[in-house]
């Protein structure tokens, strides 16, 4: 029995295998590492970052998932992601476009002038308020009578309605109140999208910082930690895994459900495509919701300019998932996963999947931290 027990300690090589190269495991795997901790990364796709993943394209950096803007009010986050690398102060201020009319996002009193061309907090609210008269005595029952009870029909119509639909994937009336138990509406001239003090997008693109955080740490790219699972936790005293959550159970009370995206890139010999980052299409017959122009994260000058079509999708197996579908019928789901999960006590399960939950960068970076200081703590 000793010699079966040594022969058990000797095989296994790791301190911590973490299944996935995003920010939640890149932060862990660093922390770790600083420890002295043996670590062993694992990403299924062909390149480290998750969907942060950024790559130059003619002088661009091109956000390759989606645009990415790092924004906080946590002083402690923000110092920690300067301290891999310099963050450009970026204002994101993006317009929304409906039948050819443009809008700044986010609602507010530049929004109210091009839709109504009133001038003064007192005459939108006027508008807003008698609009959402009309349904002020129901009860919600679906997304479509909260968001009208809460901005109107006008600021619904234009800019919510068809632009939900298509990220969901289904009518507004289809979907549960609760997604938008608030919409944020501004009463002053101000497009700065996020109300957080800091803000800031990588000089050099966020895997110029998964590649700092794991630049002292063997990372195996292309590894399908689920197709040898056995063999990986036989390796490691303990795994740390950003996959989805059901599917590591194999699916076994039934498949959670996500939205996923398709992107479409193209570089085209302009200098400039659309004058701003990101526009939003509203319209619920324009097949893709926004077109990024990536340049204008950084100011690049280059003679050509690169953008992306994101058109969302359900999620199947042969793409990424990136939201977790959080109604009311799949939290329930996942909260039978998360009590399976407590009975593996080497096993954390971190990030947007392993917790079926929507999380912002500096949220991730926080959770990792926790993860890891509950570890230290164990230990």
């Not at 480290?48 to 790559?55: F, T």
């Not at 009193?109 to 061309?117: R, S, V």
């Not at 939003?280 to 919701?289: A, G, K, Q, R």
């Not at 977790?324 to 990030?351: A, D, R, T």
Request: aromatic share 14%; charged share 25%; hydrophobic share 35%.
């Amino acid at each position: 029995m000793e010699l079966a027990q040594r022969d058990k300690t000797m095989s296994k090589k790791y301190d911590y295998i973490i299944v996935g190269s995003g920010l939640f495991g890149s932060v862990f795997a660093c922390e770790m590492h600083k420890k002295g901790k043996k670590v062993l990364v694992l990403e299924k796709r062909e390149h480290i970052g998750g969907n942060i993943y950024s790559k130059n394209i003619s002088g661009i950096d091109v956000h390759k998932y989606g645009p990415h803007i790092f924004h906080t009010n946590n002083k402690a986050i923000w110092e920690y992601i300067n301290n891999l690398a310099f963050i450009r102060p970026f204002v994101y201020s993006p317009l929304a476009c409906y039948k050819g009319e443009f809008y700044n996002l986010p609602f507010n009193m530049n929004t109210f002038y091009q839709m109504w061309k009133v001038k003064t907090p007192d005459e939108a609210i006027r508008i807003i308020e008698n609009q959402k008269a009309e349904y002020k005595d129901i009860t919600p029952s679906n997304l479509e009578e909260q968001a009208l009870q809460l901005v109107g029909s006008d600021i619904y119509g234009k800019l919510i309605k068809g632009y939900t639909e298509k990220q969901w994937g289904r009518s507004a009336k289809e979907l549960p109140a609760f997604i938008i138990n608030r919409i944020p509406v501004r009463m002053r001239y101000d497009n700065n999208y996020f109300d957080d003090i800091y803000q800031g997008i990588p000089l050099n693109g966020y895997t110029e910082i998964i590649k700092r955080l794991l630049q002292e740490i063997e990372v195996k790219t292309n590894v399908d930690f689920l197709q040898n699972k056995a063999i990986w936790q036989s390796k490691g005293d303990r795994i740390v895994f950003t996959g989805r959550i059901d599917e590591w159970f194999d699916e076994c009370f039934g498949k959670l459900e996500y939205r996923s995206l398709r992107f479409e890139d193209e570089e085209i010999s302009k200098e400039n495509y659309q004058g701003v980052a990101v526009i939003n299409y509203t319209e619920i017959n324009v097949p893709f919701t926004r077109i990024t122009e990536h340049k204008h994260f950084a100011n690049a000058i280059t003679p050509t300019t690169v953008i992306t079509k994101e058109y969302p999708q359900e999620w199947n197996k042969n793409c990424e998932p990136y939201y977790p579908v959080n109604n009311e019928k799949n939290n329930l789901l996942y909260e039978k996963y998360f009590y399976e999960s407590q009975k593996l006590p080497n096993v954390i399960f971190g990030g947007r999947l392993g917790e079926y939950k929507y999380y912002n960068m500096d949220q991730v970076i926080e959770k990792s931290l926790e993860a890891v200081n509950k570890e230290l703590n164990l230990s």
